[in-house]
């Protein structure tokens, strides 16, 4: 438990994304997690029926209460929803988290296509919160989003990451899940010059409500432990392939179903607790 990694991101009761799948990976990988609730999604594996805003001062007096108790670790940032939460998150990490990695996925629309980010907050996503952070994972349609390119090729996606770190992250980490190809390879690129590709065979399963959301905290419970980053990401994305891998012939919801964030867990001997 010396190991502490703080979720900021949004809910869901399904427990296959935000918050919850954020709690379930900090666990498997040996982190305490801890978290600070953003909004309040009404969603399944289906879709998202309603998304319901959380007060400005609930937020901000949720990271009071974890800073001035547990200083974290680590912070893995997922689901904002709006500006003003947004700019209140900002203004405190700004303040009180200058020495704590800060991964953040910028979440835009939930796997059922949905939206999780209103429009008008993305620009303060990017000049506000992204030149604070230590790494960003969006996948490839949330860095056309973002930037305005959309890559087919591993080439094209060099291109995009350079211009992703233009908004002020150390490292970018651009998912390659979205391209038409036999493997699923991400790409690392740092300020420095420095470029990683992370490849993998393609899991063919329905069943990956909440992998964004899951990659970015895994990343982050690695980060917690003092790993460098190369390692983090590189853990982070076997654990991840696991997960879909072991639940790709499950069935839980009659939508996008969750991965498994506890294959090398279950099953548990019961028996032996």
């Given at each position: 438990?010396?190991?502490?990694?703080?979720?900021?991101?949004?809910?869901?009761?399904?427990?296959?994304?935000?918050?919850?799948?954020?709690?379930?990976?900090?666990?498997?990988?040996?982190?305490?997690?801890?978290?600070?609730?953003?909004?309040?999604?009404?969603?399944?594996?289906?879709?998202?029926?309603?998304?319901?805003?959380?007060?400005?001062?609930?937020?901000?007096?949720?990271?009071?209460?974890?800073?001035?108790?547990?200083k974290p670790d680590s912070i893995k940032?997922?689901?904002?929803?709006?500006?003003?939460?947004?700019?209140?998150?900002?203004?405190?990490?700004?303040?009180?988290?200058?020495?704590?990695?800060?991964?953040?996925?910028?979440?835009?629309?939930?796997?059922?296509?949905?939206?999780?980010?209103?429009?008008?907050?993305?620009?303060?996503?990017?000049?506000?919160?992204?030149?604070?952070?230590?790494?960003?994972?969006?996948?490839?349609?949330?860095?056309?989003?973002?930037?305005?390119?959309?890559?087919?090729?591993?080439?094209?996606?060099?291109?995009?990451?350079?211009?992703?770190?233009?908004?002020?992250?150390?490292?970018?980490?651009?998912?390659?899940?979205?391209?038409?190809?036999?493997?699923?390879?991400?790409?690392?690129?740092?300020?420095?010059?420095?470029?990683?590709?992370?490849?993998?065979?393609?899991?063919?399963?329905?069943?990956?409500?909440?992998?964004?959301?899951?990659?970015?905290?895994?990343?982050?419970?690695?980060?917690?432990?003092?790993?460098?980053?190369?390692?983090?990401?590189?853990?982070?994305?076997?654990?991840?392939?696991?997960?879909?891998?072991?639940?790709?012939?499950?069935?839980?919801?009659?939508?996008?179903?969750?991965?498994?964030?506890?294959?090398?867990?279950?099953?548990?001997?019961?028996?032996?607790?």
């Open positions: 438990m010396q190991y502490k990694a703080l979720s900021i991101a949004g809910f869901d009761g399904s427990g296959g994304a935000g918050i919850q799948a954020d709690l379930k990976t900090f666990s498997a990988l040996g982190a305490y997690g801890m978290t600070v609730l953003t909004a309040l999604p009404i969603q399944n594996t289906c879709g998202v029926k309603h998304c319901y805003t959380i007060p400005l001062q609930a937020i901000e007096d949720q990271l009071n209460a974890i800073f001035e108790d547990i940032i997922g689901m904002l929803f709006n500006s003003e939460i947004i700019e209140t998150i900002a203004s405190f990490l700004e303040k009180n988290a200058r020495d704590i990695p800060i991964i953040i996925d910028p979440v835009t629309v939930a796997k059922s296509g949905d939206p999780l980010l209103l429009p008008e907050a993305i620009n303060s996503l990017v000049t506000q919160l992204m030149p604070l952070a230590t790494l960003i994972t969006p996948n490839l349609p949330e860095a056309a989003t973002f930037c305005g390119m959309n890559a087919t090729n591993e080439a094209e996606m060099l291109e995009v990451g350079k211009k992703l770190l233009e908004f002020g992250s150390k490292y970018v980490l651009l998912k390659g899940g979205h391209m038409v190809s036999h493997e699923a390879n991400d790409l690392l690129i740092g300020t420095d010059g420095d470029t990683h590709w992370f490849t993998g065979p393609r899991v063919h399963s329905r069943n990956t409500h909440g992998t964004g959301c899951t990659l970015s905290a895994a990343i982050t419970a690695c980060l917690a432990q003092k790993m460098d980053l190369h390692t983090s990401c590189r853990i982070a994305k076997n654990y991840l392939h696991q997960a879909i891998h072991a639940a790709k012939d499950e069935s839980v919801g009659l939508g996008n179903g969750p991965v498994n964030h506890f294959y090398h867990f279950w099953p548990v001997q019961l028996e032996d607790i």
